[in-house]
């Protein structure tokens, strides 16, 4: 049999990863200017830290999770979030003792057993992150703002559109889904066997069905902002306020639901028209109830996961050129006696910060200069028998086309000049 990688999962070749490298290292810039720290969690839980967080009637739990025994009898499950481990973390180191407010982030590989499609992977990568402990709007408004100046950072708004709701509490939601079952019920053998199910265990989840009948009757269905607690309407129109104040465009989409059972009031979507189906690139919101659920205080929080190849799918509209692999030098050598003075030189550059690449066999001078111009250096250094007879490196700038000789023992000193 041919030996071939998963269904679903995919390589990073290298000349893809400096377009991720580009997207992750915004994302961490930008966030530690907002004061977050990076935390790295398991890819391997207890099945309970999902099933309680998620929700059991959620397509997460039900059909994509991939979960199994391990041999001492436990259920284990491959991560399919990231909120649901950080906030396991964030219970069993006691975080909460330590500041009234913590914010973290993520970046890693999940796993759904998902149909795959563009843009949707069984093992796919996201970058996340989570602000644990305010419970005021501000925090909600500062995590979007956050968001999105992630998206400009990486040439993307324009693809894209911001789009916010809000989900209730446990004050206003149940009246508002005592209203669903009452709305959905005359319909109930038009639902797909799933939505059936749930419309007695959670009616929310048939708001979030892709079953295309079931879209239809969701679609006049009454709306959760027409149903708010005063609280939960002066916390929404709170968020609204503060985006609008920083200037962040968004558009009111009461549609939104979120496929997770953890959410409460702010929920947000990040979407896009360019990848078809698969149109949310990043998608958040508050789950005030979370660390409760999982055994920790009673604290407030509110967090976010992007999905990195959506991601990279948009970048590569933005910036078709990618980020090519360049070179700063790269050292030409003819015969033995140039290759063997060629080896320390390489490593006396990159001890100085300078990246280097040189043959390893005796190729000729036009196959190496080929090469050169490949990889992109901006010089070439090159080595024969004349200039080791001189005790010179002739110096060759790629993108002037000039030459001069230095010497082989200053050559080094004189490059850090000429370079800047």
Same mark, same amino acid.
């Given at each position: 049999?041919?030996?071939?990688?998963? +269904? &679903? !999962?995919?390589? /990073?070749?290298? #000349?893809? %990863?400096?377009?991720?490298?580009?997207?992750? @290292? *915004?994302?961490?810039?930008?966030?530690?200017?907002?004061?977050?720290?990076?935390?790295?969690?398991?890819?391997?839980?207890?099945?309970?830290?999902?099933?309680?967080?998620?929700?059991?009637?959620?397509?997460?739990?039900?059909?994509?999770?991939?979960?199994?025994?391990?041999?001492?009898?436990?259920?284990?499950?491959?991560?399919?979030?990231?909120?649901?481990?950080?906030?396991?973390?964030?219970?069993?180191?006691?975080?909460?003792?330590?500041?009234?407010?913590?914010?973290?982030?993520?970046?890693?590989?999940?796993?759904?057993?998902?149909?795959?499609?563009?843009?949707?992977? +069984? &093992? !796919?990568?996201? /970058?996340?992150? #989570?602000? %644990?402990?305010?419970?005021?709007?501000?925090? @909600? *408004?500062?995590?979007?703002?956050?968001?999105?100046?992630?998206?400009?950072?990486?040439?993307?708004?324009?693809?894209?559109?911001?789009?916010?709701?809000?989900?209730?509490?446990?004050?206003?939601?149940?009246?508002?889904?005592?209203?669903?079952?009452?709305?959905?019920?005359?319909?109930?053998?038009?639902?797909?066997?799933?939505?059936?199910?749930?419309?007695?265990?959670?009616?929310?989840?048939?708001?979030?069905?892709?079953?295309?009948?079931?879209?239809?009757?969701?679609?006049?269905?009454?709306?959760?902002?027409?149903?708010?607690?005063?609280?939960?309407?002066?916390?929404?129109?709170?968020?609204?306020?503060?985006?609008?104040?920083?200037?962040?465009?968004?558009?009111?989409?009461?549609?939104?639901?979120?496929?997770?059972?953890?959410?409460?009031?702010?929920?947000?979507?990040?979407?896009?028209?360019?990848?078809?189906?698969?149109?949310?690139?990043?998608?958040?919101?508050?789950?005030?109830?979370?660390?409760?659920?999982?055994?920790?205080?009673?604290?407030?929080?509110?967090?976010?996961?992007?999905?990195?190849?959506?991601?990279?799918?948009?970048?590569?509209?933005?910036?078709?050129?990618?980020?090519?692999?360049?070179?700063?030098?790269?050292?030409?050598?003819?015969?033995?006696?140039?290759?063997?003075?060629?080896?320390?030189?390489?490593?006396?550059?990159?001890?100085?910060?300078?990246?280097?690449?040189?043959?390893?066999?005796?190729?000729?001078?036009?196959?190496?200069?080929?090469?050169?111009?490949?990889?992109?250096?901006?010089?070439?250094?090159?080595?024969?028998?004349?200039?080791?007879?001189?005790?010179?490196?002739?110096?060759?700038?790629?993108?002037?086309?000039?030459?001069?000789?230095?010497?082989?023992?200053?050559?080094?000193?004189?490059?850090?000049?000429?370079?800047?």
């Amino acid at each position: 049999m041919k030996i071939k990688s998963i +269904r &679903g !999962f995919h390589d /990073i070749l290298p #000349e893809s %990863i400096r377009r991720w490298h580009f997207i992750e @290292d *915004a994302a961490r810039r930008i966030f530690e200017l907002y004061g977050f720290s990076e935390i790295r969690i398991p890819v391997l839980e207890f099945t309970d830290v999902f099933a309680r967080s998620l929700g059991t009637t959620t397509d997460i739990v039900e059909k994509e999770m991939y979960t199994f025994e391990d041999r001492d009898g436990s259920s284990l499950t491959l991560r399919p979030e990231g909120t649901a481990g950080v906030v396991r973390a964030y219970i069993e180191d006691s975080m909460h003792a330590k500041s009234g407010i913590s914010k973290l982030y993520y970046t890693g590989m999940m796993f759904r057993h998902e149909r795959p499609q563009k843009g949707r992977f +069984r &093992g !796919f990568y996201q /970058i996340g992150a #989570e602000l %644990i402990g305010p419970q005021e709007p501000a925090s @909600d *408004a500062e995590l979007v703002t956050m968001l999105w100046r992630f998206f400009e950072e990486t040439e993307l708004t324009q693809f894209l559109e911001l789009e916010i709701s809000s989900l209730g509490d446990q004050n206003c939601r149940p009246q508002y889904k005592e209203k669903l079952v009452e709305y959905f019920t005359p319909q109930k053998n038009d639902l797909c066997e799933n939505c059936q199910r749930r419309l007695q265990a959670n009616p929310l989840r048939i708001l979030d069905c892709k079953e295309k009948k079931c879209k239809e009757i969701a679609a006049e269905a009454p709306s959760m902002l027409d149903n708010l607690c005063q609280e939960c309407e002066n916390h929404f129109n709170a968020v609204k306020e503060n985006l609008t104040a920083v200037g962040v465009p968004f558009v009111i989409n009461p549609k939104i639901v979120r496929g997770l059972d953890y959410y409460t009031r702010t929920v947000f979507e990040v979407t896009t028209q360019e990848l078809g189906s698969q149109n949310a690139v990043a998608a958040g919101g508050r789950y005030d109830g979370l660390v409760e659920e999982l055994g920790g205080p009673d604290i407030a929080a509110v967090g976010f996961a992007m999905g990195i190849e959506r991601i990279v799918l948009l970048q590569e509209k933005a910036i078709p050129k990618g980020f090519p692999k360049k070179v700063d030098v790269f050292i030409a050598h003819l015969g033995d006696e140039a290759r063997k003075a060629a080896f320390p030189l390489a490593i006396e550059l990159r001890q100085k910060d300078v990246s280097v690449e040189m043959d390893y066999g005796n190729k000729s001078l036009k196959s190496q200069m080929k090469r050169a111009d490949k990889l992109g250096a901006g010089f070439t250094f090159i080595l024969g028998e004349e200039e080791l007879e001189k005790g010179v490196v002739k110096v060759r700038n790629m993108n002037e086309s000039s030459e001069e000789d230095i010497k082989i023992n200053e050559v080094v000193d004189a490059y850090q000049k000429f370079k800047s």
